[in-house]
């Protein structure tokens, strides 16, 4: 991240401080943004910004894995990431930087085509979209095109990048697999119910994340459409901005296509539960991670339900995740207690600093929430002109947030030791 910000200072643009934020913010698939005006900068910066976000979204870890192989296992599973697509952690690495590739090219592609867009912003728009960033090239940012087309193509492109590689793998293996059967079908070797039998098999089908963001997105945009954008841009414009803002927030991109200035506490508050809340595990987006809000659901129901079972009944819980099938035990529930303790501290640490400062309750919540979780949405506290005790609070939240807190707490603890020893020697 230092390196990462010498072209912003070399170039007179920022200084010291407002430099390192602007690179932590695209390594940590942030968004937010030092700059006011985007559209006067070279193409070089803007291609700069996209890259360290894109690089960063799939991880930094997944080229170290393929380049260095066991070593940098460690830094894999300090991104949060525990899926092995493949036995081998660096062919798995290089699975995911294949899809992560081919949806980059897709993107681009399809923002050119159907979406009108030239090829300079359909790129750098596809890289911050997958990597679940949120830098644009526009000052407006999506709201600037006002092309539905556009945003159809980024609300597609903001859901793969917030879906687990291993998801994507799942989904990979279940088209192959689907054409495998049905020439069997056809073939005799399957009968029409084996035939769906396999199919409804399939890992895929199994994984609870996918249905818990649509869920989410669901509820969520409906809520918000019918108490908050409804009188403010009509059915229409309301409807579509209620969806995309949802999957914005919830993805942890942080694209707009409106301002938020004049939204009610309550269209914010919704935005602020999304982010909190959230993709998948295992992908570029940050947050809590639908997979341990879905674990922790689970856990509320297994203790409901226990209430009215025989005392000494013990409950198993499984859950799919990518191609696999995991055993929820007790090292799995003490993740989700540590995430979310750690989570939650960092952010009303945060909250609490930024009150310090004198901005307003409803507005801090939302900004931390967008910085804690990666997203980089802003309702106008970050910026140029935020004092420095702001910006390098939020420089740290995003870092922590990022690498999921306890790695560095760890990472510090042991360095403090290791320096003790060579005192003491």
């Known amino acids: 991240m230092f390196l990462s910000s010498l072209p912003f200072i070399f170039a007179n643009y920022l200084n010291f401080t407002q430099a390192i934020f602007e690179s932590t913010s695209g390594w940590t698939g942030t968004g937010l943004s030092m700059f006011l005006d985007v559209e006067i900068l070279p193409k070089s910066i803007l291609l700069w910004r996209s890259v360290t976000q894109y690089v960063g979204g799939a991880g930094f870890a997944i080229i170290t894995v393929i380049i260095a192989g066991s070593v940098g296992a460690g830094i894999y599973q300090a991104e949060g990431r525990s899926d092995n697509l493949v036995p081998n952690l660096r062919e798995s690495a290089k699975i995911i930087l294949r899809i992560y590739i081919i949806w980059a090219i897709i993107g681009t592609i399809l923002l050119m085509t159907i979406g009108k867009l030239p090829f300079f912003d359909s790129f750098n728009h596809t890289l911050t979209a997958l990597a679940t960033g949120g830098f644009s090239t526009k000052n407006l940012s999506i709201g600037a095109y006002n092309s539905l087309s556009v945003e159809i193509i980024i609300m597609i492109l903001m859901i793969m990048g917030a879906t687990g590689f291993g ?234 947030g990022r690498l999921e807190f306890f790695v560095i707490i760890n990472s510090c603890i042991k360095i403090i030791r290791d320096l003790r020893e060579v005192t003491t020697f």
């Open 167 to 400: 998801i994507h793998y799942a989904a990979i293996l279940m088209v192959k697999n689907f054409f495998r059967y049905r020439k069997e079908l056809k073939k005799g070797v399957l009968t029409k119910l084996e035939f769906k039998e396999k199919i409804r098999s399939e890992p895929f089908l199994k994984n609870p994340e996918p249905r818990l963001m649509f869920v989410i997105l669901l509820i969520f945009s409906t809520i918000l459409f019918l108490f908050s954008l409804l009188q403010m841009y009509g059915i229409k414009e309301g409807i579509i901005n209620s969806i995309f803002q949802s999957i914005s927030s919830l993805t942890g991109t942080g694209f707009s296509t409106v301002s938020f200035i004049n939204w009610n506490s309550f269209g914010l508050l919704i935005l602020t539960l999304l982010m909190i809340f959230g993709g998948m595990m295992d992908s570029t987006s940050s947050g809590l991670k639908l997979y341990r809000i879905y674990i922790a659901f689970e856990l509320v129901l297994n203790q409901i339900k226990s209430f009215f079972k025989p005392s000494g009944t013990t409950f198993y819980l499984e859950v799919y995740k990518g191609i696999s099938r995991k055993k929820i035990d007790v090292d799995a529930i003490k993740n989700v207690i540590v995430v979310f303790t750690a989570y939650f501290v960092t952010y009303f640490v945060g909250v609490f600093v930024l009150l310090g400062y004198g901005y307003s309750l409803p507005n801090v919540l939302f900004e931390l929430a967008s910085t804690v979780s990666n997203v980089g949405l802003s309702v106008g506290i970050t910026g140029p002109q935020a004092p420095l005790g702001v910006l390098w609070t939020e420089i740290i939240v995003m870092y922590l």
